[in-house]
């Protein structure tokens, strides 16, 4: 079974320039999480949702961030502009619903420059 | 806000030496699942506690959900150096999303 696919798995660039985060859930999980990851502030939620719906993106740290759901098999971070604090691992991971088990990508290890 | 604190925050043991974490939460919890997360790896689910005082074991695992639903451990009994990662809990209250806990980053020594 293919499990959570994100891509890239790294990336780096420089600061001020666009970075998009892909990712594709298991088929048939109606959830889906975006998180980030570092030493300094741990696992970090960004934005869930459901049914493609944006539930909560209270977590999304400022208007630099934005996701998108466009269909129930993929879904977008975008970063825009980067800055070198936004460098962390950004997972991915989907559920069946919102009290089920996540199931997470490998991630995407970003450095901005 | 909901809070889930885990302790300790790092953990050496010797390997076949027992490793317990906690995990407390400052308000009642619907559920709490743990996670653990290898190094350079993804979080892996590994089970999920729902019920008052729940008891559940897989293998030398053990987890246990507090009788008032607000903290729970997991507790590794003769370690081994394949139980090397991070263990995370994660609270979830009510219609809250999943609260990760700091986790607890365990070196096993051979």
Partial sequence: DAGVIQSPRHEVTEMGQEVTLRCKPISGHNSLFWYRQTMMRGLELLIYFNNNVPIDDSGMPED?????????????????????????????????????????????????? | G????????????????????????????????????????????????????????QKRLTFQFGEAKKNSSLHITAT????????????QGGANNLFFGTGTRLTVIP
């Fill in chain 2, 80 to 91: 081994q150096t394949t139980d090397v990662g991070t263990y995370f809990c994660a609270g």
């Fill in chain 2, 2 to 57: 909901q809070q889930v604190m885990q302790i300790p925050q790092y953990q050496h043991v010797q390997e076949g030496e027992d490793f317990t974490t906690y995990c407390n939460s400052s308000t009642t919890l619907s559920n709490i699942q743990w996670y653990k997360q290898r190094p350079g790896g993804h979080p892996v689910f590994l089970i999920q506690l729902v019920k008052s005082g729940e008891v559940k074991k």
């Fill in chain 1, 64 to 113: 630099r961030f934005s996701a998108k759901m466009p269909n129930a098999s993929f879904s977008t971070l975008k970063i825009q502009p980067s800055e070198p604090r936004d460098s962390a691992v950004y997972f991915c991971a989907s559920s069946f619903g919102t009290y089920q088990p996540q199931h997470f990508g490998d991630g995407t290890r970003l450095s901005i420059l």
